[in-house]
């Protein structure tokens, strides 16, 4: 930490109770300076040689009356009026992040300037902040903290400007320029314990992180937070990959329970602005916040009641990277209220957005005709969607367990992956069954709904003999399940020669069983469903 001492004579400044200063000398004192409620009994002299400002008061006050002096609205209150005052009388006052840009608004509210007195207070805090305070990592923290306390004297002064430039500037630079004591928290480096390694009579070079200050920053208030990260995104040297980090870092700090996916003990209208702020930071790039960190946040800002628009911006960018989630960061829990157990609408939104941005990245190519672009994506696009709709296939089988859950939610959303790629549809069966399970009244229209979701062709042979034995599944899908499990069995042993399946069964399979045509069996029409079929 830096520091600057002033002054020589000793400190000679007394304390009387808690609202009395004064200082010890032999001259009597000739002036009561009253600072809030607090007394300073002192001398006009040393005051009014280095103050313009007291010297205007001493002029307008009546002495016949009265040899006090009012002063309630100076920046730093008595604390800093007394370090200004102790600087008038040539006593030593040390000046240290914590207290310069108090005294320098004071100072600057007393008006000591150079055209008072040559060396006034003003010059020498402006030299001490931009030859030692602006060049620190640290004190640059530290007194940019100090500074919401001492508002607007601290803005109109540009301290706040100069500290977000000099903070913005040092996270900006490339980390092998990096030779300060970067973080708060660690061990000393070796040249900090004298003992600094050498190689080949060099300094060994430091390795520095990429995000070495995200820790430090987190100290902030949000709001000065938010115009150091504002500051750092526009010079334009940092990632958003590091600003996803910087925002992530800060959250779990200063959100309480934000780890655990939920807000505890929260002051609402406090934190509702906080995770406002965080969601307006992020970094417009894909993919430069992880998609566990952004549902974290979609939680938060659900149970703080932030913006629909700040909402709705952020399941945007969730919904583009929606194949990097897991099922437990989409367990978000209904509201307060409702009947089912988790927020199905929610999820339903990010798989749409998902969709919608799948379908709007290829028609941009498609326009552009990136041939070879096209190519790669559809590789990429595809592996996407095939994890989406594992995804969605795990989502639906907790949420099947759900008694209360309708079964339109259910299919809304597997209706929506219906057509994303899949080497199997164990997933979805699973789902369905779990969801008959727990749901034995649906009507029997609902469970051939609910079954029409999935493609009998693609279940692995654990699962077709589960489903043949599975008496909740209507008898028209038992039935399919055995025609293509001959199918298979037949093609396996005697090359594509397909069984001689008897009239009555071929009858129960789509397109009648002419499996040919991939067309035929690919899809279950509602016509397919309602030809004479009994369910169980």
């Given at each position: 930490?830096?520091?600057?001492?002033?002054?020589s004579?000793?400190d000679?400044?007394?304390t009387?109770g808690?609202?009395?200063?004064?200082?010890a000398?032999e001259?009597?004192?000739d002036i009561?300076?009253?600072?809030?409620d607090?007394?300073f009994y002192?001398?006009k002299?040393?005051l009014?040689?280095?103050?313009a400002?007291l010297q205007?008061l001493?002029?307008t006050?009546?002495d016949?009356?009265?040899d006090?002096?009012?002063?309630?609205d100076?920046?730093?209150?008595?604390a800093a009026f007394?370090i200004?005052a102790?600087?008038?009388y040539g006593m030593?006052v040390?000046?240290?992040p914590?207290?310069?840009?108090?005294?320098?608004?004071?100072?600057?509210y007393?008006e000591m300037?150079?055209?008072v007195?040559?060396?006034?207070l003003i010059?020498?805090?402006?030299v001490?902040?931009?030859?030692?305070?602006f060049?620190s990592?640290?004190d640059?923290?530290?007194v940019?903290?100090?500074?919401?306390?001492?508002l607007?004297?601290?803005e109109?002064?540009?301290?706040?400007?100069?500290?977000?430039?000099?903070i913005?500037?040092k996270?900006?630079?490339?980390?092998?320029?990096?030779?300060w004591s970067?973080?708060?928290n660690?061990?000393?480096?070796p040249s900090?314990?004298?003992?600094?390694?050498?190689?080949n009579g060099?300094r060994?070079?430091?390795?520095v992180?990429n995000?070495w200050?995200v820790?430090d920053?987190?100290e902030?208030?949000i709001?000065?937070?938010k115009?150091?990260?504002?500051?750092i995104k526009?010079k334009?040297?940092v990632?958003?990959d590091?600003?996803?980090?910087?925002?992530?870092?800060?959250?779990f700090?200063?959100?309480?329970?934000f780890?655990?996916?939920?807000?505890?003990?929260?002051d609402?209208?406090?934190?509702?602005?906080l995770?406002?702020t965080?969601m307006w930071?992020?970094?417009?790039?894909?993919?430069s916040?992880?998609c566990?960190?952004?549902?974290?946040?979609?939680r938060?800002s659900?149970?703080?009641?932030?913006g629909?628009a700040?909402?709705?911006e952020?399941?945007?960018?969730?919904g583009?990277?929606?194949?990097?989630?897991?099922?437990?960061?989409?367990l978000?829990?209904?509201?307060?209220?409702?009947m089912?157990?988790?927020?199905?609408?929610?999820?339903?939104s990010?798989v749409?957005?998902f969709?919608?941005?799948?379908r709007n990245?290829r028609n941009d190519?498609?326009?552009?005709n990136?041939?070879q672009?096209i190519r790669?994506?559809?590789?990429?696009s595809?592996?996407?969607?095939m994890k989406v709709?594992?995804l969605?296939?795990?989502?639906l089988?907790?949420?099947?367990q759900?008694?209360?859950?309708?079964?339109?939610?259910?299919v809304?959303?597997?209706?929506?992956?219906?057509?994303f790629?899949?080497?199997?549809h164990?997933?979805?069966?699973r789902?369905?069954d779990?969801?008959?399970?727990?749901?034995?009244?649906?009507s029997?229209?609902?469970?051939?709904?609910i079954?029409?979701?999935?493609d009998?062709r693609?279940?692995?042979?654990?699962?077709?003999?589960?489903?043949?034995?599975?008496?909740r599944l209507?008898?028209?899908?038992?039935?399919?399940?055995?025609?293509?499990e001959q199918?298979?069995a037949?093609?396996s042993?005697?090359?594509n020669s397909?069984p001689?399946?008897?009239?009555?069964i071929?009858?129960?399979?789509?397109g009648?069983?002419s499996?040919?045509?991939s067309?035929?069996?690919?899809?279950?029409?509602?016509?397919?469903?309602?030809?004479?079929?009994?369910?169980?």
């Amino acid at each position: 930490m830096k520091f600057m001492k002033l002054g020589s004579k000793p400190d000679s400044f007394q304390t009387e109770g808690d609202n009395i200063r004064y200082v010890a000398t032999e001259l009597a004192t000739d002036i009561v300076v009253i600072v809030g409620d607090v007394k300073f009994y002192l001398h006009k002299f040393p005051l009014l040689s280095k103050s313009a400002r007291l010297q205007k008061l001493v002029a307008t006050t009546n002495d016949d009356t009265s040899d006090e002096i009012h002063i309630q609205d100076i920046p730093g209150g008595p604390a800093a009026f007394e370090i200004c005052a102790k600087f008038c009388y040539g006593m030593t006052v040390t000046l240290n992040p914590y207290n310069v840009v108090a005294t320098r608004c004071a100072a600057e509210y007393l008006e000591m300037y150079e055209t008072v007195e040559k060396g006034n207070l003003i010059y020498k805090i402006e030299v001490f902040l931009n030859t030692s305070i602006f060049r620190s990592w640290k004190d640059s923290i530290i007194v940019l903290q100090t500074t919401r306390s001492l508002l607007p004297w601290s803005e109109e002064l540009k301290v706040v400007s100069h500290c977000l430039d000099s903070i913005a500037t040092k996270a900006s630079i490339d980390t092998s320029k990096v030779d300060w004591s970067y973080t708060y928290n660690r061990k000393k480096l070796p040249s900090e314990n004298g003992n600094d390694p050498q190689w080949n009579g060099l300094r060994k070079p430091q390795l520095v992180p990429n995000d070495w200050w995200v820790e430090d920053l987190c100290e902030l208030h949000i709001d000065l937070y938010k115009r150091v990260i504002t500051t750092i995104k526009t010079k334009g040297r940092v990632s958003g990959d590091i600003i996803g980090e910087a925002l992530n870092a800060y959250a779990f700090r200063r959100l309480p329970g934000f780890s655990k996916g939920m807000i505890q003990n929260a002051d609402v209208t406090k934190y509702r602005s906080l995770a406002e702020t965080i969601m307006w930071l992020l970094p417009a790039e894909r993919g430069s916040v992880p998609c566990s960190f952004l549902l974290r946040l979609l939680r938060a800002s659900i149970l703080l009641e932030c913006g629909e628009a700040e909402r709705r911006e952020l399941i945007t960018k969730i919904g583009q990277q929606l194949d990097e989630a897991t099922v437990a960061d989409l367990l978000i829990r209904a509201p307060a209220g409702e009947m089912i157990v988790y927020d199905v609408g929610i999820v339903q939104s990010l798989v749409e957005e998902f969709v919608t941005y799948e379908r709007n990245t290829r028609n941009d190519l498609l326009v552009e005709n990136e041939i070879q672009e096209i190519r790669s994506l559809g590789s990429v696009s595809d592996a996407s969607k095939m994890k989406v709709a594992k995804l969605v296939d795990c989502y639906l089988a907790e949420i099947a367990q759900d008694p209360n859950l309708p079964h339109t939610n259910f299919v809304n959303l597997a209706e929506i992956v219906s057509s994303f790629p899949r080497p199997s549809h164990d997933g979805l069966y699973r789902a369905i069954d779990m969801y008959l399970k727990e749901h034995p009244g649906i009507s029997k229209s609902e469970r051939k709904r609910i079954c029409r979701l999935m493609d009998c062709r693609k279940l692995s042979v654990e699962a077709c003999m589960h489903a043949v034995q599975n008496e909740r599944l209507p008898l028209r899908v038992v039935v399919q399940v055995l025609f293509f499990e001959q199918i298979r069995a037949t093609q396996s042993a005697n090359g594509n020669s397909t069984p001689d399946l008897p009239r009555s069964i071929r009858a129960l399979i789509p397109g009648g069983g002419s499996h040919g045509s991939s067309r035929s069996t690919t899809t279950n029409t509602e016509e397919d469903w309602d030809c004479g079929a009994n369910s169980r």
